[in-house]
Structures are given as C-alpha cells and as structure tokens.
C-alpha cells in the first residue's frame, strides 16, 4: 500500500467517526418549554423594624418609669403645727403628693379639702394658703399670742431651708391677710425612726416630736405625752422658760374655771382659752361669755390650776365675797403653814419630794405679810419660790441652771 492509499483511508475513518453533519445536529435540538421558579432573596427589613419598634418601646418605657418614679418620690415633708397636725409630702417639683391629718383637730380643719385629698397634686404654695387659711377661719390664730410651727423633713438641706424660708413667707402674707398677729415658728428637722415612732404613737408630726424633745432635753421628768397634747405656743413658751413644770393645759384651765363659774349654764357659756406661759406669773387667760351676761374673765395659774383672777360674783359660794383683781385672797383666813408652802412649790414644779435635793422652807415677814421661801434642786435645775403666807399665792419663782 503506498504512503497516499494509507492516508486516504485515514481520511476516511476519522470523518465516519465525527461526522461533519451541522444541520442533523441542529435538527434535533428543538425548543424545550420548562417550568422556571423565579428565586427571590429574603426580605430583612421587616424584622428589623419590628425589633427597632421593640427597643423603642423599651427605652420608653424605661424613662417614663423613671420619669413616674420621680414624680411620685417624696423629696420634701412640710408639717405644720397649732395643735392641729398636718403633714404635706410634696415631689421634687414642689406638687404635693398626700396631705394628712394627723390628729382629729386637724381632720376638721380638712373638712371642707376631703380631708385633704383635695389638695394634691396642687403646688405647695397653693396647699400651705389653704390650710394656714382654714386654720385662721377656725380660730386658731386669731389671738396675739399664737403661734404656728412650719417643720421641713428634706435629705437635702440646701432645699430644705430653701423651702423653710419660702414657706415662712408665704404663711406670713396669710396671716397678714387676716389680720393675724401669730407668731410664726420654723425648723428644719433630721429625722429618724426613733422621731417618727413618737410622732405616729402620738399622733403628731415628726416637727412637733422635735420640739416635744427639746422641752424634755430640758427637763427629763416631764412626760412626753402629756405635752404632746400641749399647743405649739404652750411648748415655745415652756422652752423659753427652761421647762420648770409640766403646766396644766388649756382643757384643763377651761375646766377650772367652768367649775368656778356657778351661775352660768356652761353648756351655753363660749370659752376660750389663751396660754400666757411667757408672762411674769406664767397663766391661761380664760374669758368666758354668753347671751345676757357680761364677758368675765379669769387667769388660771399655768402650773398649779389657782385662780389668780375671777370675778367673785361668779365663784362658788365656798369662795371669798370680796376678791381683788391683782390679788385675790384664799377663802381660808388661818393662811398655810411650810409644809403647805413645800407642797405649792414642788407641784408647781411638777416634783415630788423624793425627787429634790437641798430642800430649804424660811418664812419671813414683809411689811407684816407672811410669806415663804421655798428653795430646791432636781437634777441639774435650781428653784426659788416665795409664796404668800395667808393665800398660798406664787408671789415670785425662778428656775435656772446649777452650775
């Protein structure tokens, strides 16, 4: 076989095995119709928005509980004290949050607020006008020698006394209005629990416990419950003093002179009742009037319940016909003896006898007047007494430290 023959053969055998046939090819590769998913990426963005919505709704209501927090949060506690006992609590915004009476006087005063509910949510300005009002109206500071006591609870004491001045005047302009000439009193006050047991066992505000406290750091024999039920006039003034004696109240002086005025009907008769513990002889000013009759009025020793001044047209029969107005006489004309004068002096002081020391009792004679001194020490307080011989009448006391 030549070299041409073989590669014509070749030729052949390779075109046999990929034939060169274009249009058959084309021919069988028809149009194929399927069925085509379209794919579609997720969409994220409606989650996102819902958790954004989320968080937003955290946030808030993370600061509207904050902001309520801070709303409802009591910053200040603002008392004010005659004998009736009210208490504000008020935010940091000065808007008042509870008002309460503390005590049943100061339920009546509240009567006309819904016992003090009315007054919240009112600025403290607003609600101090109000009740120093409603206390006027009632008569509780209407004589020259009331008094009023504003207390400030705060843990921040820059705003407490910044309150405390502010309150001062606010309650002053009040009183201004109507004419009141009551002293106002003011104080700032750290509390603490032992303070606030006193003041909720006794039904007082944690300001006038404070000064309940100051008159016993004075004399630690007094008790604290009995002047709690004193003014906030009878505790200034028996501060002022030195608190020699536990006096005897304004009911008290009200029932001794009810007593003495026989021939009035003293269901009918209007009392009142005005402490003068700061005089010279410390006494209750008691008046007493009713239709048809004149006013009469009575000073009623402060720590012994004696009637110092009375009309003798009104007293008991058992009492002396003629009775001087500086000076009236006892109805006993054998006058007392030292053990007498002994007892007048420590009742006064609200001792007994087991309870002094240094007891000394000398009479003496001024201008043919029998009279009594009577001298004693309790605790760190010295008293001097000089009592009259004939009527068992303080002519003179004094109270002061022992050095």
Same mark, same amino acid.
């Given at each position: 076989m030549t070299e041409q023959e073989l590669e014509r053969r070749l030729k052949q055998a390779l075109d046999a095995a990929a034939p060169n046939d274009l249009d058959k090819i084309l021919s069988r590769c028809a149009p194929r119709t399927e069925t085509v998913v379209p794919f579609h990426p997720k969409q994220r963005h409606h989650t996102r928005a819902l958790i954004a919505a989320y968080l937003t709704l955290v946030l808030i209501g993370g600061a509207g509980g904050v902001f309520y927090q801070r709303a409802n949060a009591v910053a200040s506690v603002v008392s004010l004290d005659v004998n009736p006992s009210i208490e504000?609590?008020?935010?940091?915004?000065?808007?008042?949050?509870?008002?309460?009476?503390?005590?049943? +006087?100061?339920?009546? *005063?509240?009567?006309?607020?819904?016992?003090?509910?009315?007054?919240?949510?009112?600025?403290? /300005?607003?609600?101090?006008?109000?009740?120093?009002?409603?206390?006027?109206?009632?008569?509780?500071?209407?004589?020259?020698?009331?008094?009023?006591?504003?207390?400030?609870?705060?843990?921040? $004491?820059?705003?407490? !006394?910044?309150?405390? $001045?502010?309150?001062?005047?606010?309650?002053? %302009?009040?009183? $201004?209005?109507?004419?009141?000439?009551?002293?106002?009193?003011?104080?700032t006050v750290d509390a603490s629990d032992r303070l606030e047991q006193q003041a909720m066992e006794h039904h007082i505000s944690t300001g006038k416990a404070n000064l309940v406290n100051q008159v016993i750091a004075q004399n630690d024999n007094l008790s604290f419950d009995m002047l709690a039920q004193l003014t906030i006039e009878e505790l200034n003034d028996l501060i002022q003093l030195g608190s &020699? %004696?536990?006096?005897?109240?304004? /009911?008290? %002086?009200?029932?001794?002179?009810?007593?003495?005025?026989?021939? !009035?009907?003293?269901?009918? *008769?209007?009392?009142? *009742?005005? &402490?003068?513990?700061? +005089?010279?002889?410390?006494? @209750? +000013?008691?008046?007493?009037? $009713?239709?048809?009759?004149?006013?009469?009025? @009575?000073w009623v020793d402060a720590f012994t319940g004696e009637i110092l001044i009375g009309d003798p047209a009104i007293l008991p029969p058992s009492s002396p016909a003629e009775h001087e107005q500086s000076a009236p006489e006892n109805s006993s004309s054998v006058g007392i003896g030292p053990e007498q004068a002994r007892n007048i002096a420590l009742t006064h002081a609200g001792v007994s006898e087991s309870q002094v020391s240094g007891l000394q009792i000398q009479h003496d004679q001024d201008d043919g007047h029998l009279e009594y001194e009577v001298e004693f020490c309790t605790g760190s307080m010295e008293y001097e007494y000089t009592i009259d011989g004939s009527t068992g009448k303080i002519l003179k006391y004094d109270c002061e430290q022992d050095d």
């Amino acid at each position: 076989m030549t070299e041409q023959e073989l590669e014509r053969r070749l030729k052949q055998a390779l075109d046999a095995a990929a034939p060169n046939d274009l249009d058959k090819i084309l021919s069988r590769c028809a149009p194929r119709t399927e069925t085509v998913v379209p794919f579609h990426p997720k969409q994220r963005h409606h989650t996102r928005a819902l958790i954004a919505a989320y968080l937003t709704l955290v946030l808030i209501g993370g600061a509207g509980g904050v902001f309520y927090q801070r709303a409802n949060a009591v910053a200040s506690v603002v008392s004010l004290d005659v004998n009736p006992s009210i208490e504000l609590k008020v935010n940091q915004k000065e808007k008042v949050l509870a008002c309460t009476p503390l005590n049943q +006087e100061a339920e009546a *005063v509240l009567s006309d607020m819904g016992g003090g509910a009315d007054l919240k949510g009112t600025k403290l /300005e607003v609600a101090v006008n109000a009740v120093v009002g409603a206390l006027v109206s009632r008569g509780y500071l209407d004589s020259l020698s009331s008094a009023i006591m504003i207390s400030v609870e705060d843990q921040d $004491q820059d705003r407490a !006394f910044r309150l405390r $001045q502010e309150l001062t005047g606010t309650v002053d %302009a009040v009183l $201004q209005s109507q004419s009141s000439g009551a002293a106002i009193l003011s104080q700032t006050v750290d509390a603490s629990d032992r303070l606030e047991q006193q003041a909720m066992e006794h039904h007082i505000s944690t300001g006038k416990a404070n000064l309940v406290n100051q008159v016993i750091a004075q004399n630690d024999n007094l008790s604290f419950d009995m002047l709690a039920q004193l003014t906030i006039e009878e505790l200034n003034d028996l501060i002022q003093l030195g608190s &020699p %004696a536990m006096p005897i109240g304004i /009911e008290q %002086a009200a029932q001794i002179v009810r007593e003495a005025a026989g021939a !009035f009907d003293t269901n009918s *008769v209007a009392i009142e *009742v005005d &402490p003068e513990l700061d +005089e010279d002889v410390p006494h @209750y +000013e008691v008046e007493l009037s $009713q239709s048809g009759h004149d006013e009469r009025e @009575y000073w009623v020793d402060a720590f012994t319940g004696e009637i110092l001044i009375g009309d003798p047209a009104i007293l008991p029969p058992s009492s002396p016909a003629e009775h001087e107005q500086s000076a009236p006489e006892n109805s006993s004309s054998v006058g007392i003896g030292p053990e007498q004068a002994r007892n007048i002096a420590l009742t006064h002081a609200g001792v007994s006898e087991s309870q002094v020391s240094g007891l000394q009792i000398q009479h003496d004679q001024d201008d043919g007047h029998l009279e009594y001194e009577v001298e004693f020490c309790t605790g760190s307080m010295e008293y001097e007494y000089t009592i009259d011989g004939s009527t068992g009448k303080i002519l003179k006391y004094d109270c002061e430290q022992d050095d």
